[in-house]
Nanobody
Framework: QVQLVESGGGLVQAGGSLRLSCAAS????????MGWFRQAPGKEREFVAA????????YYADSVKGRFTISRDNAKNTVALQMNTLKPEDTAVYYC?????????????????WGQGTQVTVSS
């Protein structure tokens, strides 16, 4: 497993942008699929985006496709989520997650390690 710490959340107006970052500890970071999930109050945790160990493959939820971009820097053990054109419905706690397998997808059960989350609030 790896230890994950998210940062970059905050309050932003609708139409604005935020960049979330996730710092990972562990020598095997480069071998993990990384993902972002979010959970809004009263709702279940939902998939946002994932990126393969090499960064060559990415996968997005339909709700964020074209607005969010996931990226990673294996040299720095970090993964980022650039969020543009934010909407009030993007308000949630955002979690970084790591999958030790080569799985790249939306099933949260495939992810072994989770961060503590960072709050994103989008005002209308």
């Amino acid at each position: 497993q790896v230890q994950l710490v998210e940062s970059g959340g905050g309050l932003v107006q609708a139409g604005g942008s935020l960049r979330l970052s996730c710092a990972a500890s562990g020598r095997a970071f480069h071998s993990y699929t990384m993902g972002w999930f979010r959970q809004a109050p009263g709702k279940e945790r939902e998939f946002v985006a994932a990126i393969s160990w090499s960064g060559r493959r990415t996968y997005y939820a339909d709700s964020v496709k074209g607005r969010f971009t996931i990226s990673r820097d294996n040299a720095k053990n970090t993964v980022a989520l650039q969020m543009n054109t934010l909407k009030p419905e993007d308000t949630a706690v955002y979690y970084c997650a790591a999958a030790a397998t080569q799985y790249i997808g939306s099933d949260s059960r495939e992810y072994d390690s989770w961060g503590q989350g960072t709050q994103v609030t989008v005002s209308s």
